[in-house]
């Protein structure tokens, strides 16, 4: 029996370094190559250098595509976690067949392809004549708000009702409720969605595909173009390292405020 917990232990403390082997060891090579001095692709780079930096944000299309991407996601997050906050609140009392199917729904986008969200979107659009920007939007927003819809719904579902019915029963009403009593008891769960949303709208690339158009680009279809059209990858090295590290900052700052223990519990 101790030689089988043994060898399950390794087993499994081997297939975790393997798996964050193979998701962090990628990731590394770009951030070093971004400060490559040389004019091509070289790893180990031969000294350091921040050209591609400059270089980057010497581009016009590049820095209204990241100006556009963190505009984009901080809409999206905050609409997306907004909806689904509310969303979540209404069925984290309701159970039976009508409950679970509108779960379902809230859901769908994890488990749906983006791309044929992208080309369906497409085709409404078209039909409605909807502008660029608030489809592409409505779009991100589709994408992300299972994440702030799942979070909440923990926190909501993990929140005592009697709690409630004691606010209401001294006074107040549902919105006065919901902003000094449940709000405050599941605010980790929102913010931790809101993360979750920004992130997952910040680098969606299969959904814009089809939706941009002409000066309404975000930084990952600038970045497929790039790379197709013109091809210096240490350009594109900048930029996915500056996706990186402003990502990197909305983390840490969250962490200081939550701690990423409660933001995995939240989930």
């Not at 090295?237 to 409660?262: C, Y």
Request: contains cysteine.
């Amino acid at each position: 029996m101790n030689r089988a917990r043994v060898a399950g232990r390794t087993l499994r403390g081997s297939a975790t370094v393997i798996a964050t082997t193979l998701i962090l060891v990628p990731i590394a090579i770009v951030v070093v190559a971004a400060f490559s001095p040389e004019d091509y692709f070289e790893f180990p780079p031969p000294g350091l250098s921040g050209r591609w930096f400059v270089e980057f944000f010497r581009l016009e299309n590049m820095r209204s595509a990241f100006a556009l991407s963190v505009e984009l996601a901080l809409l999206a997050a905050t609409l997306s976690t907004v909806l689904g906050t509310l969303g979540a609140l209404f069925l984290a009392r309701r159970r039976g067949a009508v409950a679970a199917l509108l779960q379902g729904l809230f859901l769908a986008p994890l488990v749906f392809p983006t791309i044929i969200l992208g080309v369906a979107l497409l085709l409404l659009y078209k039909t409605l004549g909807m502008p660029v920007f608030p489809g592409l939007l409505l779009a991100h927003c589709i994408v992300a708000m299972p994440y702030g819809f799942r979070t909440v719904l923990a926190s909501a579902q993990a929140l005592d009702p009697a709690l409630e019915e004691a606010g209401q029963s001294l006074g107040a009403g549902p919105l006065r409720t919901f902003l000094l009593l449940t709000l405050p008891l599941i605010w980790q769960g929102v913010l931790s969605g809101w993360l979750f949303a920004f992130i997952v709208s910040f680098g969606e690339l299969n959904t814009a595909l089809f939706l941009t158009g002409p000066g309404v680009t975000t930084l990952p279809i600038e970045i497929f173009s790039y790379l197709q059209f013109q091809g210096s990858q240490l350009v594109i090295a900048a930029a996915s390292t500056l996706q990186i590290a402003l990502i990197v900052i909305l983390v840490t700052a969250i962490e200081r405020i939550v701690g990423i223990g409660r933001i995995i519990r939240a989930r």
